[in-house]
């Protein structure tokens, strides 16, 4: 057993420069998801990461059907959730975490986002509402990446806008949409519009929890690029 195996909230906070023992939530999930991978172990964790791409496109294809197929939506956007764990739980319970797979890892995630963004559409979400959280989970993300490669080592925050969240938003709008095809109690609303308005709140809300802890992190430090001046930032100073 290893370390990592033994405490997965610690292995977590190792690899991603954030302390999130205190956040139970964010603990829960880390226990479940490494229960769920002991099985799972054997398997190499990019296969997971790939399978929770396709699993993700599986539900594009189900909410594009329409009426109850909705519910499959549903369980397949639950199943790329959790897969989406399960590769870095793998990958942390047997010491194969590396840098590559960090990198397939992102990627897969960001194709995953974008099929949630298209269930929303095919749930009959707006067309802009769909493209303006499709480009606020780039930026998020963009941005976080951006400030790791200038020297941040933490995550800059983990924020109402990650991927549970959004795993969760498009969730409801399969459940509402499969159960409740009227729409949402009292209101009658469009259960994906809802959920896309829901989606754009918490990414406008995430981003600037990110800002801040970005700028918390890095202001004031001194460029260590190959063009360092060795001089702290100063107001006015080239952004690039």
């Not at 909410?63 to 499959?72: F, K, N, P, S």
């Not at 790329?80 to 990198?103: E, I, S, Y």
């Not at 989606?199 to 970005?214: D, E, H």
Request: some cysteine; charged content about 15%.
């Amino acid at each position: 057993m290893t370390g990592d195996e033994a405490n997965p909230v610690a292995g977590w906070s190792r690899l991603h420069g954030e302390d999130v023992s205190g956040n139970r939530l964010v603990v829960g999930w880390l226990r479940l998801v490494h229960v769920l991978a002991r099985p799972l172990d054997r398997v190499p964790p990019d296969a997971l990461s790939a399978a929770g791409v396709v699993v993700a496109g599986g539900a594009v294809v189900a909410a594009v059907a329409g009426g109850r197929w909705a519910l499959l939506a549903l369980l397949l956007v639950v199943s790329a959730g959790v897969l989406d764990g399960l590769d870095g739980a793998v990958a942390l319970r047997t010491g194969r975490a590396r840098p590559l797979g960090a990198v397939v890892d992102a990627v897969a995630d960001r194709l995953a986002d974008l099929a949630l963004v298209l269930v929303l559409f095919a749930l009959g979400a707006g067309a802009w509402w769909c493209a303006a959280i499709g480009v606020s989970v780039m930026l998020h993300e963009y941005t976080r990446a951006k400030a790791q490669g200038v020297g941040m080592t933490s995550a800059g925050a983990i924020t109402v806008a990650e991927r549970p969240t959004r795993v969760v938003v498009v969730a409801i709008a399969c459940a509402g949409t499969g159960l409740a095809p009227g729409g949402t109690p009292v209101t009658g609303w469009d259960w994906a519009a809802v959920s896309a308005l829901v989606w754009a709140v918490c990414a406008v809300a995430g981003f600037g929890q990110l800002a801040a802890g970005i700028r918390q992190e890095l202001a004031g430090r001194p460029w260590t690029g190959p063009f360092a001046s060795s001089r702290a930032d100063q107001v006015g100073d080239d952004p690039r």
